[in-house]
């Protein structure tokens, strides 16, 4: 059995609804190595810290609002090898941590563990939203060498490798997210595992679909912004070298960016589409239970 120290990090804002829950769920986990919970308290004007404190987890005071802060704050009082990112209003498998554990210690190279997460009350667009994740982080791999499309609540890194990054840049698009995930993959290399589920509410997505569709072409809009700029210091970098094939370079940019476009059209259009073998619904998602 594998004994990773692992640092479970929450942040709360007046979670004393869901916390419960999920404090409950990483209670009941089958790892046999030492962890600690940390509920970061985001100034919350609830019992959210009394409830933590009541399980045992620790709790850290942050007072700047936001959750780039909330994040730095409970990863610099971590103590573990691994630091876990989770949030307040999501349940875990209780073999989660066994297999961020597990990947760690067979994965030496891995300086950060991306999972994915599922609704426990999907609605019925949810597969649809499942299979674009998936197709950005196809994307990400193709292009970056690492996935785009990360859970804040199931991502898990090296303390080590965090330490040589500045930490959570609140100025950086999706801090706890796509912020931390580039600025850990300058240190090495990012594993994106989809079958790590876990299962989170709805609350984030309970709002007019008008405003659902906004937000999801907002974040792609922000993560193609990042593709294309980074394809171009490619192209750039690529003509610096070989001054004589800037036609080349230019074409190779355009394919590999409007090969990238046409998986997200062409995933969102037709997700059950038999062309893409595995990536069809039932295959790529085939959800347990919670436990």
């Keep these: 059995m594998v004994n990773t120290a692992i640092s479970i990090v929450i942040p709360a804002f007046n979670e ?49 609002r936001g959750v780039s802060y909330a994040r730095q704050a409970g990863a610099q009082a971590a103590s573990g090898d691994i630091i876990v990112q989770a949030d307040a209003d999501t349940i875990y ?27 426990k009350d999907p609605p019925l667009w949810a597969s649809i939203e499942y299979i674009i994740r998936y197709l950005m982080n196809i994307g990400g791999l193709l292009v970056f060498g690492r996935p785009v499309a990360i859970s804040g609540a199931n991502f898990a890194f090296r303390s080590e490798a965090f330490l040589k990054t500045s930490g959570y840049n609140p100025e950086s698009l999706q801090p706890d997210q796509w912020g931390i995930s580039r600025s ?39 993560i193609l912004a990042h593709l294309i700029k980074h394809s171009l210091n490619q192209s750039r970098a690529f003509v610096k070298r070989f001054p004589s ?46 436990n």
């Design 16 to 64: 004393e609804k869901l916390l419960p829950l999920c404090l409950e769920s990483l209670k009941s986990q089958n790892y046999q190595g030492s962890y600690e919970i940390i509920v970061v308290d985001n100034a919350c004007t609830d019992d959210t810290a009394h409830i933590a404190a009541e399980v045992g987890a620790k709790v850290v005071s942050c007072q700047k």
């Design 245 to 290: 094939s800037k036609t080349s370079a230019r074409w190779t940019s355009f394919i590999v960016l409007l090969i990238v476009a046409c998986l997200f059209v062409y995933g969102y259009i037709t997700p059950a589409a038999q062309d893409f073998g595995m990536l069809t619904i039932p295959k790529l998602f085939e959800i347990p239970p919670i």
């Design 184 to 222: 850990l993959s300058q240190i090495g290399k990012i594993y994106y595992e989809r079958t790590l589920m876990v299962f989170t509410s709805t609350r984030r997505v309970q709002m007019p679909f008008y405003q659902i569709i906004f937000n999801i072409v907002l974040n792609i809009s922000g």
């Design 93 to 119: 498998p209780n073999d989660w941590m066994k297999r961020i554990a597990n990947h760690f210690s067979s994965h030496p190279r891995t300086v950060a563990l991306a999972g994915t997460y599922v609704y």
